[in-house]
């Protein structure tokens, strides 16, 4: 397997130690390893959201003959380890930059696309009833500094005009009394789109429902090779899997080694999350913190958190670019730090969670989906810019779609999400480019906050 950091990040054996999996504790075993040579129409490499909904939608809207193989257990990575924030965008890009770059319409479509994943994820959740501790009637970004916040008011004032998303600017005042208090809180705009979930439960009822639907899971079955002799063959350790197409949704894990087409194409970076022990509301109410709506805050480099309905804070932010045990316990003192300095009133307040996974940046800054222009039985889905839980879902979908009901390749989906993203120069040199980007990300926070 060729692996851009230490080999403790891919240790597929292993669940990580995230709140998540204490507390849903998801079944190891739940679904079988592939053994044995088995064969199928359409084989999806990879058990997060984005191979999920593909596989859920192909089963059931689609009837087709679909087996799912994943490395861990289904939902070992990001999808079962992440915040559980349902918002937008999946770019970095800015709305003026989205226009200039792709036009207005294509801008406007991939935004409704966002809206429309919240909306199938909101769906999908009710239909199966998944109990998924589901919370808050939006999203909010807080102004970190007084520097912030024209840019924030312009952004919700953006979403609203272009894109018909309910948007409000809540001045710090304001702010104080109903979201909380913080040494970074100088006023927030809050978007009437989303929410908040445990994406660990959420997975583990969808996974659940894609079986109902009539798909095959397989946990502990890692793809270790992958022959093209006419159809496609597909070897774990202990069985093959022949099928007509194939399905990459292997996102910030993906073994750049299995398919040359994907190799050298994506930027996996490490985020980070700690959480704390349950908090009396006596304590809560030491920084007035009353919402339940994720919150990220406009550092180039965010905070993201939220208050859960368990009661405790979860706080997170980038990772380091070592992937090693050391730099993780490193990286733990770091975000208690922080959290701290952001929340000083719970200077004592324990953490009793820490763990960390990838998310994909492409050079583009955008999702890359479609099928391979030499390989029409080729499909994927990747690089969501930290903005996986509605764009999986929503680009599994389209990948269903695009399966079944074209011939060519295409489906309607923004021009935003199309293709390959865009080989990187010098590939070995990526996490040399992500420290770059993070050291100038730094400066250009601590500039802010300065001027
Ligand atoms: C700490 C953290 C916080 C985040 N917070 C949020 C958030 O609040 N909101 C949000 O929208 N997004 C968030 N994200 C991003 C989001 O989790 C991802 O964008 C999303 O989960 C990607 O889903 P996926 O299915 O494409 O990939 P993953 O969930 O990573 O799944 C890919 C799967 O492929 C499997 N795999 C890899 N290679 C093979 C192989 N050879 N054979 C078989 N299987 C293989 C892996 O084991 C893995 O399970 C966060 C990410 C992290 C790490």
Known sequence: MKQLYDKAIYDFDNPVSSYWEEISHPDQNSYPKLKGD???????????????????HLAKLYQRDVRLLEAGHVGWASSGRNAGFVCLPATKLSIQTLFKRYGIDETKKFFASQVEGMDILDSIIKDHSIECEQ??????????????????????????????????????????????????????????????????????GFAKATVEAGAVLHGHSRVKKWERNGKHRLITDEGSL?????????????????HQSFANRMVPVLSNII??????????????????????????????????????????TRGDTYGDDQSANK?????TQKFRGVFPSWNDVEIS?????????????????????????????????????????????????????????????????????PKIPFPFLRLWYLRLYLWYSKLRDKNKKEL
């Open 242 to 258: 022949t099928a007509n197409q194939v399905v990459v949704a292997t996102n910030g894990y993906t073994d750049e080694s299995l």
């Open 353 to 421: 969670h820490y763990w960390r996974g990838t998310v994909v940046m492409n050079r583009d800054l955008t999702p890359a989906f479609g099928s391979l222009d030499d390989d029409q039985t080729v499909h994927f889905s990747y690089g969501y810019s930290a903005n996986g839980n509605n764009t999986t879902i929503y680009c599994g979908k389209k990948l269903a779609e695009m399966i079944c009901e074209s011939n060519s390749g295409s489906t309607n989906i923004s021009e935003i999400y199309r293709g390959l993203s």
């Open 135 to 204: 919370i808050g009637d939006g999203n909010l970004d807080v102004a970190h500094s007084p520097h912030s916040c024209d840019g924030l008011k312009e952004w919700g004032n953006d979403l609203k005009k272009y894109f018909g998303i309910n948007t409000r600017w809540i001045p710090k005042e304001e702010f104080d009394e109903s979201g909380h208090q913080s040494t970074e809180q100088f006023g927030a705009v809050f978007m009437e789109s989303g929410f908040a979930m445990n994406p660990l439960a959420f997975l583990g």
């Open 275 to 316: 959480v704390t022990r349950e908090m009396s509301e006596d304590e809560f109410n030491l920084q007035n913190y009353k919402t339940l709506n994720p919150i990220c805050n406009s550092r180039e480099i965010l905070y993201y958190y939220r208050r859960m309905p368990s009661n405790r804070m979860l706080f997170g």
């Open 38 to 56: 088995q064969q199928c129409d359409i084989a999806v490499i990879g058990g997060g959201f984005t191979g999920l909904s593909t596989a859920y």
């Open 331 to 335: 990286m733990k003192d770091y975000m």
